[in-house]
């Protein structure tokens, strides 16, 4: 009690965006003591740092309804495609379908955000309900992992 | 039986749905797709090796055998249209699963197994047979 006094004293709010999707993921969050942003009822992000300095962001975010399931989409950018154009091919865009056959717990895609820019990421959904602190850590950990490998792979860190 | 078995069984008894042993680590859905179309959903083991950590389970539909393209590669065009699809797809994403067959266009979902729940199993196969189903439709053909 005390401790909502003085937040609420202070002006602080842990989740100025209260819903289940955000209480569900902070409450994850606090579990797993990760430095997390709530940007809306919606988007979540998590900042990680790797021991070689590197950073990684993580994006949670509440896409939808598939069947009366909640659905979440984790996922963490590699690059804007337009940073790395001269590398996009038949060849690359083969790889990572390939990749994907590989590594069945993400997946790679082009997300394209505001109808305009495209970004490379990886990808993983889960459903809400069912979603348990340890499923959220694993995904949250394979694409921030697979992203910044990719992203170092062309030499980057920004994201 | 294996726990990949006994959990996959018990899902599937749970939805009424028939499972076909092809393997001690691969099972077969079939589905009925309307409109005299089927589609099959294989559903694939593959142990972690760790006791600490759970093994995976990938839940799987052929859309496409790629033996008939240049170097059993998609055109890039074609590549990056199903990336971009991967990000809008809950569930389900495209990938070109590599066999002793040669490559196939796959709509594949991966799971753990430990945390792969009945309700995640029906929804991830019925989203990737639908991916799948909906893919050999638009090129005229009915395979898998």
């Not at chain 1, 590989?102 to 305009?116: F, H």
């Amino acid at each position: 009690m005390l401790k909502v006094i003085k937040k609420w004293l202070s002006g602080e709010d842990e989740n100025q965006f209260p819903s289940p999707f955000t209480n569900k993921i902070l409450q994850y969050c606090n579990a797993l003591d990760w430095n997390v942003s709530i940007h809306s009822e919606m988007h979540i992000t998590v900042g990680f740092s790797f021991d070689d300095d590197r950073t990684q962001l993580v994006h949670i975010s509440h896409t939808g309804q598939i069947a009366e399931q909640e659905i979440l989409q984790i996922s963490s950018a590699v690059a804007k495609l337009d940073d790395i154009e001269d590398q996009l091919d038949q060849d690359f865009f083969n790889e990572l379908l390939k990749l994907n056959a590989l590594a069945p717990n993400y997946s790679w895609a082009i997300e394209t955000i505001d109808e305009e820019v495209e970004y490379l990421v990886a990808s993983s959904d889960q459903v809400l309900d069912t979603l348990d602190v340890n499923e959220l850590a694993a995904a949250v950990y394979i694409v921030a992992g697979a992203a910044d490998e990719m992203e170092s792979r062309f030499g980057l860190d920004n994201y | 039986m294996s726990k990949f078995l006994d959990t996959i069984v018990s899902h599937a008894n749970q939805l009424e749905w028939t499972l076909e042993k092809l393997s001690d680590a691969r099972l077969r859905l079939s589905f009925n797709m309307g409109e005299g179309r089927s589609q099959n959903v294989l559903i694939s083991h593959y142990p972690n090796g760790d006791e600490d950590s759970s093994d995976l389970v990938e839940i799987a539909s052929a859309a496409l055998k790629m033996d008939g393209f240049p170097d059993g590669k998609l055109g890039a065009e074609m590549a990056k249209k199903l990336l971009k699809q991967n990000a809008t797809t809950a569930f389900s994403s495209w990938a070109i699963e590599d066999t002793e067959d040669g490559p196939y266009l796959v709509a594949m979902s991966g799971w753990m197994l430990d945390d792969l729940d009945a309700e995640e199993f029906e929804l991830a196969a019925l989203i990737v047979a639908k991916a799948a189903d909906e893919m050999e439709g638009t090129l005229g053909i009915d395979n898998f």
